[in-house]
């Protein structure tokens, strides 16, 4: 079965802080992981790709295949990351359905 | 390009009605999702379009149904209505048979009395 765990349903940090938002997915295929974020009153939209491996907003994601995670990082955080983070797998050849974990929302305090 | 669009934005119901929702994806995008938003069950799968077929469906009950037309455009259609139908309705296009981004739409909230 797919499925997708974020651990934290909430997380806060001080401006300027490392934010670390976790990640475990299960899947027993080869999946491709994302991070999707909602900023408020936005609507939802792609922040990462593992497959693509770049850095986007100061936010890195690294596939642990071993450990079966995909942790979102970053190293300063700014006030305009306060937002509603997902992970999300997708897996199904030939399909475009994504299962999600429950999200985590992140608080960077000034 | 135009973003994805869906329509109506808010809806208001009452239990043992039906409602449709559309969703107009981005230009060029032959992939349709719908997804099911709730504050308790978080982003769950309703089902996915491509080229007018339904490829893939969720763990929802059979009220819950779709189509795809011609054109892309995809509408949901849920039938007799329970309290617990009431959530955000997410659609997402892609220009991708599989894999890839998905483009959201804003959603359509449904209420349901």
């Known amino acids: 079965a797919q499925r997708v765990t974020q651990p934290e349903k909430l997380l806060s940090v001080f401006k300027g802080a490392p934010v670390e938002l976790k990640c475990n997915y299960s899947?027993?295929?080869?999946?491709?992981l994302f991070w999707y974020v909602q900023y408020s009153r936005q609507r939802l939209q792609l922040l990462l790709r593992?497959?693509s491996r770049e850095s986007i907003k100061g936010f890195t994601a690294d596939l642990n295949k071993g450990e079966t995670s995909f942790h979102l990082k970053k190293p300063f955080a700014q006030e305009e990351d306060s937002a509603m983070y997902y992970c999300?797998?997708?897996?199904?050849?030939?399909?475009?359905?994504?299962?999600f974990g429950q999200g985590t929302r992140l608080t960077i305090n000034p | 390009k135009a973003g994805v669009t869906q329509t109506p934005r808010y809806l208001i119901k009452t239990r043992g009605q039906q409602v449709t929702l559309s969703c107009s994806p981005i230009?060029?995008?032959?992939?349709v999702s719908w997804y099911q938003q709730t504050p308790g069950q978080g982003l769950q799968f309703l089902f996915e379009?491509?080229?007018?077929?339904?490829?893939n469906k969720g763990n929802f009950p059979g009220r819950f149904s779709g189509r795809q037309f011609s054109n892309s455009r995809s509408e949901m259609n849920v039938s007799t209505l329970e309290l617990g139908d009431s959530a955000l309705y997410l659609c997402?296009?892609?220009?991708?048979?599989?894999?890839?981004?998905?483009?959201f739409g804003p959603g359509t909230r449904l209420t349901v009395l």
């Open positions: 593992h497959i």
């Open positions: 230009s060029g995008h032959r992939s």
């Open positions: 899947y027993s295929g080869s999946p491709e």
């Open positions: 997402a296009s892609s220009p991708r048979t599989s894999g890839g981004e998905q483009f």
């Open positions: 379009y491509f080229s007018e077929t339904q490829r």
């Open positions: 999300a797998l997708s897996g199904l050849q030939g399909a475009q359905k994504l299962v």
